[in-house]
């Protein structure tokens, strides 16, 4: 989105500096009064997009709750603003993803906003050939960080050994499905989930009973509060550093949910 309000905003400005060069051939009063009005709306959006795009590219980006993942602690349809520089700014137009100036790191515990990582999309939404490539932005709680062992035994999630204290974690189905094993060891195992190719095993080999696995560096575990509904890391793989577009700020609308997050 970002993006292409910049582009939006260039093409306003080109068209504003052409404007302003055939000027002189606007002789009739008439058509000088409609060219002014023209030119003051096209004058006045090429500023406004432009600087829209720069706010949403470093600092502060509106997301809307897509779906039931993170309930309760959002609903569907719910609006927040998005902490953007928190976690540092990306370096513009690169693809390594890398981030400068952060104020902190990512630690768990924290709600953040991210582009959805290929692993997640199907093969429609990762085709450059639809509209450039779909890409969603999702939103989870990190659970674990680079170097955590992280495993959910019977759906009690545990962290380098440790049971997680996550009440703000809900399970609305009361069946818990038992670990396959489908890798002869565990290093096969960590591999096909840094891999993604979890996605392609039923969501009952892996929902409530998980790993062990070891989060790799640059890398973060993500799950939905939702633990029960939610398409997350246990699925798609660990999320890479350059995914990270922010952190939730505060929910703004409905109005009677606002609150500081």
Not at 130 to 156: F, L, N, P, S, T
Not at 160 to 168: A, E, L, R, S
Not at 233 to 249: E, H, I, M, Q, T
Request: with cysteine; glycine share 6%; aromatic share 18%.
């Amino acid at each position: 989105m970002e993006i292409k309000l910049f582009l939006a905003g260039c093409t306003l400005f080109i068209m504003a500096t052409l404007m302003l060069a055939v000027k002189k051939y606007f002789k009739d009063p008439l058509l000088q009064k409609c060219f002014k009005k023209v030119y003051s709306l096209i004058d006045t959006f090429w500023f406004a997009l432009i600087m829209a795009s720069f706010i949403m590219f470093f600092f502060v980006q509106a997301f809307k709750i897509p779906s039931g993942s993170m309930r309760n602690t959002f609903l569907e349809g719910d609006h927040l603003f998005v902490n953007k520089f928190i976690y540092g700014f990306h370096v513009p137009f690169s693809s390594n993803g890398k981030r400068f100036a952060a104020l902190k790191d990512i630690k768990r515990g924290d709600i953040v906003v991210f582009q959805s990582p290929p692993e997640a999309s199907d093969i429609y939404e990762r085709d450059g050939r639809i509209w450039g490539g779909i890409r969603k932005d999702y939103i989870k709680r990190c659970v674990a960080i680079a170097g955590d062992e992280v495993k959910i035994k019977d759906k009690v999630l545990f962290v380098n050994g440790i049971c997680v204290d996550d009440p703000y974690a809900i399970f609305n189905d009361p069946s818990i499905f038992q670990k396959i094993d489908l890798f002869n060891n565990m290093k096969k195992y960590q591999r096909a989930w840094e891999q993604g190719k979890f996605v392609s095993i039923p969501a009952i080999f892996v929902r409530d009973n998980f790993g062990p696995v070891i989060v790799p560096k640059g890398h973060y575990m993500m799950m939905g509060d939702n633990r029960d509904f939610s398409f997350d890391s246990r699925f798609w793989g660990p999320l890479s550093d350059k995914y990270v577009k922010g952190k939730a700020l505060f929910l703004y609308w409905p109005i009677k949910r606002w609150r500081i997050l």
